[in-house]
Nanobody
Framework: QVQLVESGGGLVQAGGSLRLSCAAS????????LGWFRQAPGKEREFVAA????????YYADPVKGRFTISRDNAKNTVYLQMNSLKPEDTAVYYC????????????????????WGQGTQVTVSS
């Protein structure tokens, strides 16, 4: 099993920045892909970004390209999501996810690809 704990959410004004962190514990050696998803009220969970644990490969959803950056620190078993130029439409609960599967583009954008999930952290962007 892999446990994921997110932190760093909060309230920020439009145009501001936040950095989310997700610390993994347990059988972390089995994790090959890490991702961030978000879910706004009344909407389905959507893909935000993903990163391979062992290669530089990353991928972003179109709405966040150029504003968000996903990164990881394998020594700390932590994945980050740096969010800049935040917009009110970025308001959502953000979830960290981990998969015991290699990074495959058609897979990493889907929730089913990931076996492990964090509890979520609220991000609210005021206008």
């Amino acid at each position: 099993q892999v446990q994921l704990v997110e932190s760093g959410g909060g309230l920020v004004q439009a145009g501001g920045s936040l950095r989310l962190s997700c610390a993994a514990s347990g059988r972390t050696f089995s994790v090959y892909t890490l991702g961030w998803f978000r879910q706004a009220p009344g909407k389905e969970r959507e893909f935000v970004a993903a990163i391979s644990r062992y290669t530089p490969t990353t991928y972003y959803a179109d709405p966040v390209k150029g504003r968000f950056t996903i990164s990881r620190d394998n020594a700390k078993n932590t994945v980050y999501l740096q969010m800049n130029s935040l917009k009110p439409e970025d308001t959502a609960v953000y979830y960290c996810a981990a998969a015991s599967r290699p990074f495959v583009l058609t897979g990493v954008v889907t929730s089913d690809y990931y076996a492990y999930w964090g509890q979520g952290t609220q991000v609210t962007v005021s206008s």
